[in-house]
């Protein structure tokens, strides 16, 4: 049974930093491209960032280039999140997802956390 679990969200000051995990268990991480997507209240989920099963390619969405950065331990079965320069608008419930070797399609996505919120006061 394949559970993916996201821990590290908050509530933050603009322009402040939070550190996202996700944990995997029941899959080989190795072999799984893992994604973030965030979902804000009345909006569409969204692509944030995702990394290649080895970690060799990341991809990043504009709104977030530059601020975030997605990197990954295989040895721990953990896809972190680093977010800094926070600004209102990246508050949102983010959730991790795995995807056999990398994608930035949430379709192709097979396997999701619960989320962690992600809240950014002005």
């Known amino acids: 049974q394949v559970e993916l679990v996201e821990s590290g969200g908050g509530l933050v000051q603009a322009g402040g930093s939070l550190r996202l995990s996700c944990a995997a268990s029941?899959?080989?991480?190795?072999?799984?491209?893992m994604g973030w997507f965030r979902q804000a209240p009345g909006k569409e989920r969204e692509f944030v960032a995702a990394?290649?099963?080895?970690?060799?390619?990341?991809y990043y969405a504009d709104s977030v280039k530059g601020r975030c950065t997605i990197s990954r331990d295989n040895a721990k079965s953990t896809v972190y999140l680093q977010m800094n320069s926070l600004k209102p608008e990246d508050t949102a419930l983010y959730y991790c997802?795995?995807?056999?070797?990398?994608?930035?399609?949430?379709?192709?996505?097979?396997?999701w956390g619960q989320g962690t919120q992600v809240t950014v006061a002005s």
């Open positions: 997802a795995a995807v056999p070797r990398f994608s930035v399609s949430a379709r192709a996505y097979l396997y």
């Open positions: 029941g899959l080989t991480f190795s072999t799984y491209g």
């Open positions: 990394i290649s099963d080895r970690g060799g390619t990341t």
